[in-house]
């Protein structure tokens, strides 16, 4: 299992929604786009160099297949520097790695909670690809510090649903994996992931 803190751990005090916020009527709308974006085909294909692949396909999907390995153990790690979260952010527990069986390092992360959602910081070595549940209509390019990353937007401006932002490296791809964070929160994260060995 994943190192974990017997307790979350603030570490950013304060709140990413205005005060007076009202989820209740985002999630009404998020709803309703859920089941919109549902009824859409996942996108499949390459943005800002990062591929994209459907859950649905993910274990019919040869390339994945070689991209991952079997984990054998968790260690504790600290290769990736996370320079930026949201207010009201707590630590579920410290940076992990995966390792596989040979030896080698799967993946690196982080794990969050805010007071509204979650969201997990990712390297993953090897491909820089990933899997996602998204229509095309919610996937676009955009430049993030300086470079091309793609962005799944969640379903709603607010933040409402899952939405997904990541950037190629020469070792894999980062990945910010969001629940009820605005794109605004999610790309400041990605802008202010740094690591030395990725």
Same mark, same amino acid.
């Given at each position: 299992m994943p190192p974990t803190y017997g307790e979350p751990v603030l570490i950013k005090g304060g709140d990413y929604w205005p005060e007076g916020f009202s989820f209740a009527s985002v999630a009404d709308k998020g709803t309703a786009l859920a089941? /919109? $974006?549902?009824?859409?085909? $996942? #996108? /499949?294909? @390459?943005?800002a160099g990062v591929r994209l692949y459907s859950f649905a396909h993910a274990l019919s999907d040869s390339a994945v297949d070689r991209k991952w390995c079997v984990v054998d153990r968790f260690v504790t790690a600290d290769d990736v520097v996370i320079n930026y979260v949201p207010p009201g952010t707590y630590a579920n527990g410290p940076e992990y790695a995966g390792i596989c069986l040979d030896g080698s390092v799967s993946f690196i992360q982080q794990d969050f909670t805010t007071k509204h959602g979650s969201f997990e910081v990712k390297f993953y070595y090897g491909e820089a690809a990933f899997g996602h549940d998204a229509s095309a209509d919610r996937i676009v390019e955009q430049a993030v510090d300086g470079t091309n990353a &793609?962005?799944?937007?969640?379903? @709603?401006?607010e933040g409402f649903g899952r939405g997904w932002v990541a950037e190629a490296?020469?070792?894999? &791809? #980062? &990945?910010? $994996?969001?629940?009820?964070l605005p794109v605004s929160e999610l790309t400041r994260i990605l802008g202010g992931i740094k690591c030395s060995g990725c």
């Open positions: 089941a /919109e $974006d549902a009824k859409k085909p $996942d #996108f /499949e294909g @390459t943005i &793609v962005v799944i937007k969640p379903l @709603t401006e490296s020469g070792q894999g &791809v #980062f &990945v910010v $994996d969001g629940r009820n």
